[in-house]
């Protein structure tokens, strides 16, 4: 009976990869196809050299992932921050500060980009400065940071208090108490909202587009004004080679994990 | 921990980049290009009422074809072992790196006329268009949103405490029963994160219709990117009322969500 | 998990705040130019073609900020509210009469451009820049259509195929306002350079008419769609259905006979340039021989440049997609500026007919 219901789950499982790692699939392949095409016409590896001979494509992607790994990181304090915070308001002050929050996640993108441009252009003017990377680190945080706190609140909605105020009789001071009881109850959720804010920051390209000033450009972006001709094959090897790397840093991790388990039960 | 301090550096934050924004637009849907306050940008808006209704109705869908795939799927990552939990929800997540357009454009090529999935679905004797209509695009939907509704249900799943559970079987509750008295409505938070992180911007997004769906399946995201390039005050106009019916619907849910959550 | 998390983390912001700091520090402060062009619309080194911008960089010393757009109207928006310090700018016709009766371009000073002789003698003045100041033609093309032979039996001639019931379904149109505008227009006997709100809701019924016959409104997805045998008839421009050939043995292009858009890319200077002397090399640069050809090719499209048509081999330049004859030109059109309110009208009534 038990064995039938893993059986099930393991299934159910397979088929939702399937489903997710089909068109990844299919973007592999096409990076193996000889011509800017989406008719098959024979295997080659040209777009990978040609991908290490593009500089512009290698100065976007590396813009592009510092802008997520920092955004993800800044918004994932904040977004920890403010969701406490906000969890300790009254009923209505809550509900109003949730859903103002929520604006950046409500607004079509190129309202949000647009405001940000103009807003970014007056204080430009204001204060002599030219958008670029500072402003579209800016505008990547204020709408990652509301994704990490839909993903806290639930797990401080979820915590049991009498922990925290457990370890504070315990003789822990409140910082202490916080990272030793409250840190590791709603780690999944800043986990997951450091995740989340880290993928829209790494795809987003029509906020970027209008923040990003005259100097900055990153991959979604290279890949949207693409859209008028046709996509480059050498984005397909890159997002390739991205993918095998991520993947293979994943299997890494997993087989350390599991050691880590058996030593743990051995 | 009791303290709203915390909050503070975020309240300000959103004080400058989220509602000075916001009220741009909002005087922009207010007034007419040379500045003087008016109602027209709201009343030529109306004419997209349909776009509107059908936007609506595809995130709706695409909303709970997520939640019926997501909520099995968090329940068996949360029974799993630590790291096949990690493997899995990496794994879901991985998908969303690589490029958006790249993603669209894959499944183009998998639904087209001859596309692998077209072919599949021939070989179970259907033959019915693929691409170019409104299913196609709530799988586009779904397909992009998936991860947002799997990962905040996962994450209050894992919390549930096991002996709960037990207690319940103890006390004589079947399966069904569990499910629908301990775990489910344990789970509700999740949920309404999830329905909010997947509801809310497949209602605003842009390009998916655009390339999955065919003449007939234009949706507000795509309408406002093409008018507010040109005129912001019939685009703000039609963001407000679009930001409006989100809201509402937004706190009606959480309405219900505490109440549900007050219950259990 | 979470540890190695944390330590990949720590180690991207150590690489890239050093790398930051490093990319600050060292070289010697460089001159500047912020170029902003259509994507993928320069050669850049791909398939051992010319490497435009390097090279540029290499033999002048002077560091090129490249950035994309993806329409004109972006640009437009991102040129005129942005703040941001543009120095060269490559629009399509319409948008650089717009920007001229709006003052937002810099006169170009010849004098640092000489090899602007190489253009040819047709584009040295243009509907939108009649004296030719404020612009240097960089690629043109003609829109032509696009058909698939093992679909279309005749071949046809003109764009009224476009509303043909007998390729209901497979029939793919621009989703662009002005391109799509144009076609209905010439069909209804109205040229489509400038127009009125009247000639506008002709061809809006005319193009609400052929809504229910097609596939899809287009742009880039045309490829997929012609070149996987998917749609029968589209229109586009001529360069992109020359690669399209290339990709499907099926396909074959007309000129339809009531002519069609004709349409130049041009290089300018914005007024918020902070370096036109700069600009204006940048400029020269790109119409040397060898250059414009090297864009040329990479481009597909029409090369205004004589000094690099004469490169060109010999059956690109006997291409009559790519070069159609003089006879064709003289029946093509070219956009100019509408009025504002005329050119949303048009925009909207587009975009009520796809709603």
């Known amino acids: ?100 929050s929520n604006i950046p996640i409500i607004n079509p993108e190129i309202v949000t980009g647009v405001s940000f441009m103009l807003l970014f252009a007056f204080l430009g003017t204001l204060f002599n400065f030219e958008m670029g990377f500072a402003t579209v680190l800016i505008a990547h945080i204020s709408f990652c940071t509301p994704y990490v706190i839909l993903n806290v609140m639930p797990k401080l909605r979820q915590m049991d208090y009498s922990i925290y105020e457990a370890a504070l009789d315990l003789g822990c001071n409140p910082r202490q108490a916080f990272f030793k009881t409250v840190m590791p109850e709603i780690m999944p959720g800043v986990i997951s909202g450091m995740l989340m804010s880290f993928t829209y920051s790494l795809d987003d390209f029509v906020i970027t587009y209008f923040t990003r000033g005259p100097k900055f450009q990153t991959l979604p972006i290279e890949i949207y004004t693409m859209l008028r001709r046709r996509i480059s094959p050498t984005i397909n090897a890159l997002s390739t080679l991205l993918f095998i790397i991520t993947i293979a840093i994943l299997i890494i991790v997993n087989v350390w994990e599991r050691r880590a388990e058996k030593e743990r039960t051995a | 921990m009791k303290s709203k301090a915390p909050s503070i550096p975020y309240l300000i934050w959103m004080l400058v980049f989220t509602i000075i924004p916001l009220a741009m637009v909002v005087y922009y849907a207010f007034t007419d290009r040379s500045g003087n306050f008016t109602l027209q940008s709201f009343a030529d808006s109306l004419f997209y009422t349909d776009v509107f209704v059908r936007s609506l109705w595809i995130a709706l869908l695409s909303t709970a074809i997520c939640l019926l795939i997501a909520y099995p799927l968090s ?108 775990i489910f409505p344990l789970s509700i938070p999740g949920i309404i994160s999830g329905i909010t992180m997947v509801f809310v911007p497949t209602a605003s997004t842009f390009l998916v219709a655009q390339y999955l769906g065919g003449t007939g399946d234009k949706m507000i995201g795509d309408v406002i990117e093409n008018i507010f390039q040109r005129d912001k005050n019939v685009g703000s106009a039609i963001s407000l009322a679009l930001m409006i019916i989100i809201l509402v619907f937004i706190i009606i849910m959480n309405k219900f969500g505490d109440e549900e959550a007050a219950v259990a | 998990m979470k540890k190695l998390l944390c330590v990949a983390l720590c180690g991207a912001i150590i690489a890239s705040t050093t790398i930051v700091f490093a990319g600050c520090g060292s070289s010697t402060p460089k001159e500047e130019i912020n170029v902003f062009n259509w994507g993928e619309y320069i050669s850049n080194g791909e398939d051992g073609s010319l490497d435009t911008i390097g090279e540029f960089e290499k033999r002048y010393n002077i560091k090129v900020n490249y950035t994309n757009y993806e329409s004109n109207e972006e640009m437009y928006n991102l040129l005129k509210e942005s703040n941001s310090s543009y120095d060269v ?71 009224k195929s476009l509303w043909d019931k007998t390729y209901s379904g497979n029939i793919l149109m621009f989703n662009n306002s002005r391109d799509a505008m144009a076609i209905a227009m010439k069909l209804k006997g109205i040229t489509p350079t400038t127009v009125t709100k009247k000639d506008i809701d002709t061809a809006t019924k005319y193009l609400s008419e052929q809504k229910p016959l097609l596939k899809k409104y287009v742009m880039d997805q045309v490829f997929t769609e012609m070149e996987g045998d998917q749609a029968a008839l589209a229109p586009y421009y001529a360069g992109d259905i020359a690669v399209m050939m290339t990709n499907n043995d099926n396909l074959d292009y007309v000129l339809p006979e009531e002519g069609s858009n004709l349409f130049i890319d041009s290089m300018c200077i914005p007024k918020t340039t902070k370096h036109k002397e700069l600009a204006e090399k940048f400029i020269n640069y790109m119409l040397e021989a060898e250059v414009a050809k090297a864009n040329a090719e990479y481009l597909g499209y029409s090369t205004p440049n004589q000094a690099a048509y004469d490169l060109l081999d010999d059956d690109i330049k006997n291409n009559k997609l790519i070069y159609p004859s003089d006879d064709y030109l003289n029946k093509c059109y070219t956009f100019a500026n509408l009025p504002q309110d005329v050119y949303d009208y048009m925009q909207n009534e587009f975009l009520k007919v796809q709603s």
């Open chain 1, 1 to 100: 009976m038990k064995n039938k219901r893993k059986l099930g789950s393991k299934i159910y499982v397979a088929l939702v990869m399937v489903f997710l790692y089909l068109p990844i699939a299919v973007l592999i392949l096409y990076s193996f196809n000889d011509g800017k095409t989406s008719v098959w016409k024979g295997f080659t590896l040209k777009w990978y050299y040609e991908l290490f001979n593009n500089s512009a494509i290698m100065t976007s992607l590396y813009n592009t992932l510092i802008i997520a790994v920092l955004a993800a990181l800044v918004s994932t304090v904040l977004g920890t921050l403010a969701a406490i915070g906000i969890y300790n308001m009254k009923k209505p002050v809550r509900s109003l500060v949730t859903n103002v």
């Open chain 2, 75 to 182: 329940y068996i990552m949360s029974r799993a072992k630590a790291s096949t939990r990690n493997v899995i929800t990496m794994l879901i997540m991985l998908p969303m790196w690589m490029n958006f357009i790249l993603r669209i454009y894959a499944w183009v090529l998998l639904l087209q006329n001859d596309g692998l999935v077209d072919l599949a679905v021939h070989l179970l004797g259907l033959d019915v268009p693929l691409l170019g209509n409104a299913g196609a695009v709530v799988l586009g939907m779904v397909y992009n949103f998936l991860p947002f509704m799997v990962l905040p249900i996962h994450s209050v799943m894992l919390k549930i405490d096991n002996r709960l559970v037990e207690a319940a079987q103890d006390l004589g509750a079947g399966k069904a029963k569990v499910f629908s008295k301990v």
């Open chain 3, 89 to 159: 700018i490559i629009p399509s016709d319409y948008m650089i009469s717009k920007l001229i009766e709006e003052n937002m371009l810099e006169k170009i000073d010849f004098d640092n451009v000489p090899n602007s002789k190489n253009i040819m003698k047709r584009y040295q003045t243009t509907d939108f820049d009649p004296k030719g100041e404020y612009s240097v033609p960089y690629s043109w093309g003609v829109v032509a259509l696009c058909y698939n032979k093992t679909m279309v039996k005749e071949k046809p001639t003109s764009f």
